[in-house]
T-cell receptor, first 115, second 110 residues
Framework: DAGVIQSPRHEVTEMGQEVTLRCKPI?????LFWYRQTMMRGLELLIY????????DSGMPEDRFSAKMPNASFSTLKIQPSEPRDSAVYFC?????????????FGQGTRLTVV | GDSVTQMEGPVTLSEEAFLTINCTYT??????LFWYVQYPGEGLQLLLK?????DKGSNKGFEATYRKETTSFHLEKGSVQVSDSAVYFC?????????FGDGTTLTVKP
């Protein structure tokens, strides 16, 4: 398996623009997580899905952030409009919902810079 | 809700020193426990895991034992190398949700 695939790897955008981050989870995994990592705040859980359904979005900073999972093999995280303080590395991770093989597998991340 | 508390860093050691990074957790049920490692510029990678009480996870010389009575999962290595320099995250998984600690930065000097 190719692992969790995120795109793009790097994104530089101007303040006010819309940004869409993409994630393809590992086939057969039914939990998907979006994280944000910064030096100041560390690793933050933004939202997670079980079986394509959003379970907890309490970590989403504000209404400018939205996430969707239209099917088991694709998820997006959208920021509209983007602001400089959104600059961070965004990670997607997937795991199995049940059983003992339930560790999270992380993508390589998307490094977002908003100027 | 579930939570993970791990030893604050940064931790700086000399090569071949003994490493311990403490981790304790709070959970409502019986979670699986993990240690992840993050090298610069990369995502988190699973280092080791334990799925039930008294299990010992091990990998690359690192070990951690699932202690239900003390709700702990401390990471240890007998002799660290410069290549072990990274950020280490303790985590648990329960009911489809993974919860991570804040991470501990380890620097090993030659």
């Amino acid at each position: 398996d190719a692992g969790v695939i995120q795109s793009p790897r790097h994104e530089v955008t101007e303040m006010g623009q819309e940004v869409t981050l993409r994630c393809k989870p590992i086939s057969g995994h039914n939990s998907l997580f979006w994280y944000r990592q910064t030096m100041m705040r560390g690793l933050e859980l933004l939202i997670y899905f079980n079986n394509n359904v959003p379970i907890d979005d309490s970590g989403m900073p504000e209404d400018r952030f939205s996430a969707k999972m239209p099917n088991a093999s694709f998820s997006t995280l959208k920021i509209q409009p983007s602001e400089p303080r959104d600059s961070a590395v965004y990670f997607c991770a997937s795991s199995r919902l049940t059983g003992t093989d339930n560790e999270a597998f992380f993508g390589q991340g998307t490094r977002l810079t908003v100027v | 809700g579930d939570s993970v508390t791990q030893m604050e860093g940064p931790v700086t050691l000399s090569e071949e020193a003994f490493l311990t990074i403490n981790c304790t957790y709070t959970a409502t049920g019986y979670p699986s426990l993990f240690w992840y490692v993050q090298y610069p510029g990369e995502g988190l990678q699973l280092l080791l895991k334990a799925t039930k009480a008294d299990d010992k996870g091990s990998n690359k010389g690192f070990e951690a034992t699932y202690r239900k009575e003390t709700t702990s999962f401390h990471l240890e290595k007998g002799s660290v190398q410069v290549s072990d320099s990274a950020v280490y995250f303790c985590a648990l998984s329960e009911a489809g949700k993974s919860t991570f600690g804040d991470g501990t930065t380890l620097t090993v000097k030659p």
